[in-house]
Every structure is written in structure tokens, then in C-alpha cells.
């Protein structure tokens, strides 16, 4: 799947770039060139495509659900968990059959998204939800039948991981609950598989196959070439998946405790093309029963108080980013709100607050807190960095590691990473998540030619709160360019490289995500910076001024919902909720983004651990939802604390 913020309605007048993939060519063992998770990655619109004939098959659909539940015999009350659902095709059925309780899990997020949206536009309710098989997080004993259909059992790569499939859904079961599994017959695969095939998805697009037997003929490995007739290869891909027979299949559900299990004889797979079926030729349809105890209920005690130390910037020592270089009496008003925001959540919950700001006697003052047992975690709000040195904000979230104290927010790799914006942008590149068109100048650069038109925009590559961005940043020829680069050298005393960007005139955008993708997170309303306050002649940028300077004109900008068509804003939370994954956020982060001129949305910079004040981008957000500040930070430390117990499962 091509991974990048795509052209949408929003932009879809001006002529569309082709989409041209890479082929390897002819290759000698296929097995070689496949990714241990191919499976994270293959499920897309390609897929609903070379797959149509079966997946979108509404006839077939109906004659497998018919053949389940006569298998089953589902009650209307029945709870029924779909997992790997895909687009949702079998779950939507049984809920257009009057099924109540239905719930779809796949780890495909384009899949899921299509799967919801298809319940909204027929007014199903069914729950659809994002999430890995191999670690569920429903309740145990939650499920009166457990579905595994389509030959979506067997993608991982090792047995180990199918038998951990299998032990979730004999947790989530009720006592003497069911599983269905409906998987390709593996046998019969195994001799009559096709080696090379082709055929024509639609009229303007085929797909050439090749498939071979894996070294230990356990998996059929399988590659696609699908091809356009105007431009070409669009995808070349490889994926495997294991070949189970009977035998197997029932030592596996046995290992796991499943008993009473019972085939149902072979299925035939529908195909609207009726060419190359693939996996889905012959498939094996075996039930089992969970004969298992109820598991015990936890007792409701007494709430336990929960211990979190909040750490801030050391008040008592400089900060450069600060127009004064010290704290003013605007960043202690700050800390007295978010205090008294705590102080409700502690009246409200059974929360004690404490606070750290010493950086000079931090560390033995979180080793005694953690001997004496008095702090769950840290709420860590020290964005400033140790010692009020933003590049080392990474070493706040580094010392709570090696003292072994759990921590709200990104770890020191995360935020490492996204301080570095080069970096992000040659990242975000390797997704295909387009950014603005930049170089990169060192500090002993002195002569360099500007590789794309003006205006550019001129700011640290390290740093953040638009440290060294000001109206000036903004550069209409090499002459200012070069005059700019001297400000933010002498005025902020930054001797660190520079980048030269393109300079963006589009919407101006902020995303905000808090949770933990990819099951459990929260998309904030998309915000835009709201220009019309600024004078004629100023450059539209949301730097400096605006954030520290209140006798600028930039101090009055305000921010607003922003106004974007639905294709744009699922292609841009889309984009965002992968960069979050790929970069290893934590519990909450900020995207800035901003539309060129075509309406094409680029990636300006990640703000892992963002600004987490009263009157920032993240509270603004939370307000067009009507989520109260103090609302804000409890679902901050809740996303926190959901990670914390899944990590310790």
C-alpha cells in the first residue's frame, strides 16, 4: 500500500501524478523477498481489487453466512466476534440478518475504516475495531462464537504466533462457546497449486501471479504484479501463508484446550471471474468448543490511591527558548492552571499529585519516591529538557527508564527523532508521506544554490515552541536567505545546521491524536491557523512572535475548525496515525501540516509530547469537542495507564 497523504477532492481538478511502482523483475526464490509482516501492509485497495471476485462477491457472502449459521445455529442475543474481518463483509451480513451483538476486528486500519463506514450508510451496528489477533483487548468470557473466515488464519510467521491467535479466542470465549474456522484446505493447495497465472481485474488493470512451495513446504509463498494499461506496474508483492490440513488443525485447537472439534466437510469458493482463486479454491471448515471455567472476577476493593509525580522545567535556571531566558509570570499562571485542573481529577478520583522541579536533585529525588513506593508514574510536562536544555528533553524520559519508573508520553528514541526535522522528513519520505521541498545547510556552509523557487522558508533544523522562526524567516531571494541564517546564528546563538524549505501558502494545519494507535486512540477536530488578524505584507506563518512576543501582531492569530473535505481529512489522520506507529509516539502527539498551493497536504514537523497548556493547540482541539482541559489530561493519563497494563499482560 502506498504509504502517503493522497490527492482528494479537495485537489482533484488538477492533474493527477501517476502511480508507478518498482518491479524486481524476474527472481529466482520468492520465498527470499518475503517481509515477516507482509500482512501489515497488503490489505488495501489493491486488495479489494485482485481479491473483488471473492471479497466483494455479495452472492457468495450471503451462501458462507448461510452455511455458518446453519452450522452454529446463532440466537438473534448471540455475541459474535469476527476476527480478521477485512472490510467487514461477513459481519455486515449477520447484521443485516437481525444478529445484535456483533463485533469486527482486523489489523488492517483502511479495511476497518471501510468496514465502519459501510455500517453507517446502511445503519448497522455492528463494532469494528482495529486491533491484533494475537492480543485482543475485549474481556475474557466475552464471546458466544469466535469467526476466523476468508482463509485469514496462518499470515504469521511462525505457528507460535497462530496458536497465540487461538489462545486469545479461547480466552475471549464464554464456557463452551464456539470457534469457527474457515482456512484454505492446505493439502489439497499444496498439490494443485497454480505456479504462474493472470488475469484481468477490470477492464483497464490485470494482476500476473507466481507461487512456489516455501523451503519446508509448510507455507504457499505468492507474488502479485498488478499492472495498469496506461501506466504500467502499480505493485509488486510478496506474501505467504501456512497450508493446514486436518491433522494440524486439530493439534493446534487441542494444545489450546478447544475440544468437540468437528469438520464440516470441504467448501468451494464463488468467483464473479471464475479464473485464479488462489487460496480460496478449497477451503476447510472445522468447529470446536471452549469447555473452560468461568474466570474469577476481581472483588471490588477499596480504590487504591494512585501516586503520580508530575515533573516540569526548572524555574530556577535559564531557558534560552524564552524571549527573557528565564520563566515569566504567563508560564507560572500556566502551571497554576494545569494544578488546578489536577487538583479536580484528585477530588473526582482517588489521584495524589506531586510535583518536581528541581533538576538539580531530580534524580535522587525520584529514587526515593520509587524506594518508598510512593509513585505509580510521572506525568512527565518537562518539554523544556534536563535543565531547561531542549535537546536533552530526551533525558528526562531516559533517567525514569534506567530508574525503572513508568512515564506519560514518547521514550528518548521517539523524541530524539522528531527533534531532528531533517530526519523526519527522510523518514516520512521512505513512507511516502510527502513533506516541502528542503536542503539541508551545515554550519560551515557557506556558499549554496536554493534547488527550488521562492519564497522558502528559513528555520533550525533542531529546536521547538518555533524557536528561531519569526516573520523574517520567510525568504524571497538568496540575499535574504542568506541574512536570515545570520539572524537565527546571532540573535538565538544557534550554531546548529539550518534547513531551507519551500514555503507553503495553504491551510495551515494541526492534527491531534491521543491514545495509542493502533486500537485504542482519539482523533482530535483538525485545526487552521486563522490569518485574517495579520496586517497586508506579512508572511502567514504561526512562529515565534505568536507564541512568545505579545506586543507582535502574530499574538493576536487565533486558531479555528478546519474546513476540509472528508477524502483530504481521512487521507491526512490516515497519514498521521501511521507516523505516530512508525515513529513510536506515545499517549498523545501534535502533527503540523500545511496544503500547497494544489491542496496537497505536507508534513512540516512531529510534536511528540506536545504543548500540554491550557491555551495550546491540543486543549483548542479538545474545546471543538468539548472536552474540558481537565478532561484533556485525564484522558492523557488514562491512555498512559491502558499501556502500561498491556505491556504488563
Wanted: neutral net charge; charged residues 30%; aromatic residues 10%.
Amino acid at each position: 500500500m502506498m504509504k502517503h497523504f493522497v490527492l482528494t477532492k479537495d485537489s482533484s481538478k488538477k492533474k493527477k501524478k501517476k502511480i508507478v511502482a518498482k518491479t524486481l523483475g524476474p527472481v529466482s526464490n520468492l520465498e527470499e523477498h518475503v517481509k515477516p509482516d507482509w500482512w501489515q501492509t497488503l490489505f488495501n485497495p489493491f486488495y479489494l481489487k485482485t481479491d473483488g471476485d471473492v471479497v466483494n462477491n455479495d452472492v457468495a457472502t450471503r451462501k458462507e453466512i448461510d452455511l455458518f449459521v446453519g452450522i452454529l445455529n446463532f440466537k438473534p442475543e448471540d455475541a459474535i466476534l469476527d476476527l480478521c474481518c477485512g472490510h467487514g463483509r461477513h459481519s455486515l451480513e449477520l447484521a443485516r440478518r437481525g444478529f445484535k451483538s456483533i463485533h469486527g476486528l482486523d489489523r488492517s486500519r483502511y479495511l476497518i475504516r471501510k468496514a465502519k463506514s459501510q455500517a453507517n450508510k446502511e445503519g448497522l451496528s455492528v463494532k469494528f475495531r482495529e486491533g491484533d489477533a494475537r492480543k485482543m483487548s475485549y474481556q475474557e468470557d466475552t464471546f458466544d462464537f469466535g469467526l476466523i473466515l476468508g482463509n485469514s488464519f496462518g499470515y504469521f510467521e511462525t505457528i507460535k504466533d497462530d496458536l497465540r491467535v487461538l489462545k486469545e479466542v479461547f480466552r475471549k470465549l464464554k464456557p463452551h462457546g464456539k470457534i469457527l474456522i474457515d482456512v484454505t484446505d492446505g493439502d489439497f493447495m499444496r498439490n494443485n497449486f497454480q505456479p504462474r497465472s493472470w488475469e484481468w481485474i477490470d477492464r483497464k488493470s490485470f494482476v500476473c501471479r507466481e507461487r512456489s512451495l516455501s523451503l519446508d513446504g509448510q507455507r504457499l509463498i505468492s507474488r502479485e504484479i498488478i499492472s495498469d494499461v496506461g501506466n504500467g506496474v502499480v505493485v509488486d508483492q510478496f506474501y505467504s501463508e501456512r497450508l493446514y490440513n486436518k491433522k494440524n488443525l486439530t493439534r493446534l485447537l487441542e494444545e489450546v484446550g478447544f475440544s468437540d472439534i468437528t469438520f464440516h466437510g470441504g467448501f468451494k469458493s464463488d468467483s464473479e471471474r471464475n479464473q485464479d482463486l488462489g487460496m480460496m479454491e478449497k477451503r476447510i471448515i472445522v468447529t470446536a468448543v471452549a469447555r473452560k471455567e468461568w474466570m474469577p472476577r476481581k472483588l471490588t476493593a477499596k480504590p487504591v490511591t494512585k501516586n503520580v509525580v508530575v515533573l516540569f522545567g526548572d524555574p530556577r535556571k535559564s531557558d534560552p527558548v524564552k524571549p527573557l531566558g528565564v520563566f515569566s509570570e504567563d508560564d507560572f499562571y500556566t502551571i497554576d492552571q494545569l494544578k488546578g485542573a489536577l487538583k479536580e481529577i484528585e477530588k473526582e478520583h482517588n489521584y495524589r499529585f506531586s510535583y518536581l522541579d528541581n533538576h538539580d536533585t531530580f534524580i535522587p529525588d525520584l529514587q526515593k519516591l520509587k524506594q518508598r513506593n510512593e509513585v505509580d508514574y510521572v506525568f512527565n510536562l518537562c518539554d523544556e529538557g534536563f535543565y531547561n536544555d531542549a535537546r536533552k528533553e530526551l533525558h528526562v524520559p531516559a533517567l525514569l527508564d534506567i530508574i525503572g519508573i513508568p512515564y506519560t508520553g514518547s521514550g528518548p528514541q521517539c523524541l530524539a527523532f522528531c527533534y531532528d526535522k531533517s530526519l523526519v522528513r527522510g523518514v516520512a519520505s521512505e513512507m511516502r508521506v510527502a513533506s516541502p521541498d528542503a536542503f539541508f545547510v551545515k554550519p560551515d556552509n557557506t556558499t549554496f544554490e536554493i534547488p527550488f523557487k521562492f519564497p522558502v522558508l528559513v528555520k533550525p533544523n533542531f529546536g521547538d515552541s518555533s524557536f528561531g522562526i519569526t516573520q523574517k524567516s520567510v525568504a524571497n531571494n538568496i540575499e535574504e536567505v542568506v541574512n536570515v541564517i545570520s539572524d537565527i546564528r546571532e540573535k538565538f546563538g544557534y550554531d546548529k545546521p539550518i534547513l531551507v524549505e519551500e514555503f507553503l501558502t495553504g491551510k495551515d494545519l494541526s492534527v491531534g491524536i491521543i491514545g495509542n494507535p493502533p486500537e485504542d486512540y482519539t482523533v482530535l477536530p483538525i485545526i487552521e491557523e486563522d490569518y485574517s488578524s495579520l496586517p497586508n505584507g506579512l508572511p502567514k506563518i504561526c512562529g515565534y512572535e505568536a507564541k512568545w512576543l505579545p506586543e507582535s501582531p502574530y499574538w493576536k492569530l487565533r486558531s479555528k475548525p478546519a474546513n476540509l473535505g472528508d477524502d483530504l481529512e481521512k487521507s491526512i489522520v490516515e497519514g498521521c496515525l501511521e507516523l505516530f506507529e512508525r515513529f513510536e509516539c506515545r499517549d498523545y502527539c501534535r502533527f503540523d501540516l500545511r496544503l500547497d498551493l494544489e491542496g496537497t497536504p505536507k508534513l512540516l514537523e512531529i510534536n511528540p509530547n506536545p504543548g500540554w497548556v491550557w491555551d495550546g493547540h491540543l486543549a483548542k482541539m479538545c474545546k471543538l469537542s468539548d472536552i474540558s482541559y481537565k478532561d484533556m489530561l485525564w484522558m492523557i493519563l488514562q491512555a498512559n495507564e491502558r499501556r502500561i497494563t498491556a505491556s504488563e499482560i
